[in-house]
């Protein structure tokens, strides 16, 4: 049986190299919670739209 390597380099973040810059967790947590709910509020809107039609 042969092996699959996954070789995800180009997934890396270059920008993210650098960890004494990242925000602090709570920013993040709040940055993707704020991003989440925008995109259930399109999500939404788009399946209304469709019911309507």
Request: charged share 40%; glycine share 2%.
């Amino acid at each position: 049986m042969k092996k699959l390597l996954f070789d995800n380099f180009w997934l890396r973040d270059e920008s993210l190299e650098d960890t004494e810059n990242l925000p602090d967790p709570d920013v993040l947590a709040r940055d993707i919670a704020v991003n989440l709910e925008s995109a259930l509020e399109q999500f939404k809107g788009i399946y209304e739209d469709m019911e309507e039609k």
